[in-house]
């Protein structure tokens, strides 16, 4: 069938779990009023945000660096660096953003949370090795939280060894069964096995879970369609891909899968006017084309 060939990382979800950069200006702000930062310092942080929203990443970064020279705090001085490296990341200085993360590291006391946010940074860059290493820092460090777990999975997931990556995800599972970005991930990997009724559980889990990010809904709808399509339940399909468009009215996955969908069910009509909507979003991509001549050729 069309889809069967397609590459599975349409679906790919993008579950960088590390921890989500709090607002330096909000922590600023909440700082005690014995060490309650100038204003200045509270605008500058505004600035550097503004600026990152404008991708002036340069002019970011010298305003972070002028913001340490008067962070009130040691844990604000580590999300200043946090976010620096970030910036420095945006524009491919990789050794800079890489000692930034590690002079956030060296910051006493040590926050856990950044050896994922210096593990996902070598994840994104494709090292491997340093990636899984600091993983293992932080779930030694924090033997009770899924989420380091679950990032060394992530590991095993971009080196396409997905047996491992389910394992490193069942680990997740033994210290939270409701940890939803390891059910979505293991559904991933299941799929990227073959192993289709496997992944359709973990979706069918996924979607019975109260959703605790953003994108999670989504992408459990949207995984379970695309298995659905795979099983050949179309009109199971289509009632998941409808949910899916509902948070992500126009995302080009979930439109061509529903319109194929339609199209195996007989509904030519409704698979044409989704393969039109997909094709403004994606006109160079040849699964929408090809159905486009299909129909169109009726």
């Not at 399909?237 to 969908?261: C, H, K, Q, S, W």
Request: hydrophobic residues 45%; aromatic residues 10%.
């Amino acid at each position: 069938m069309l889809l069967h060939s397609m590459d599975t990382r349409k679906i790919s979800i993008a579950l960088r779990l590390g921890a989500s950069l709090a607002s330096v200006a909000a922590l600023l702000q909440a700082a005690p009023a014995s060490a309650a930062p100038s204003e200045t310092l509270s605008q500058q942080v505004r600035d550097a945000q503004s600026a990152e929203a404008d991708r002036q990443f340069g002019k970011a970064i010298d305003i972070y660096g002028l913001a340490m020279g008067s962070a009130p705090s040691d844990q604000a001085l580590r999300l200043l660096l946090k976010r620096r490296a970030l910036a420095f990341e945006k524009i491919s200085l990789l050794p800079k953003a890489e000692a930034d993360f590690t002079s956030a590291l060296a910051v006493e006391p040590v926050d856990p949370m950044l050896y994922a946010d210096r593990g996902y940074f070598y994840l994104r860059h494709k090292r491997y090795d340093l990636a899984t290493g600091d993983f293992a820092t932080g779930a030694r460090i924090e033997p009770r939280s899924p989420l380091f777990r679950f990032a060394m999975g992530r590991v095993r997931a971009a080196m396409s060894d997905y047996l491992g990556a389910i394992e490193c995800y069942n680990d997740a599972l033994l210290l939270d069964h409701k940890y939803g970005p390891a059910i979505l991930s293991r559904a991933e990997a299941y799929v990227h096995l073959n192993r289709l009724e496997e992944a359709k559980a973990d979706y069918d889990r996924a979607v019975g879970l109260d959703f605790r990010r953003e994108g999670d809904r989504f992408y459990s709808f949207l995984g379970r369609g695309y298995v659905s399509i795979r099983l050949e339940d179309f009109t199971g399909a289509i009632r998941d891909l409808d949910e899916a468009l509902v948070t992500e009215p126009t995302d080009m996955n979930a439109l061509l899968f529903r319109g194929y969908a339609y199209e195996r069910r007989g509904s030519a009509d409704l698979a044409l006017r989704d393969y039109e909507r997909a094709f403004v979003a994606n006109p160079e991509n040849s699964w929408i084309r090809a159905g486009l001549r299909r129909l169109r050729s009726n």
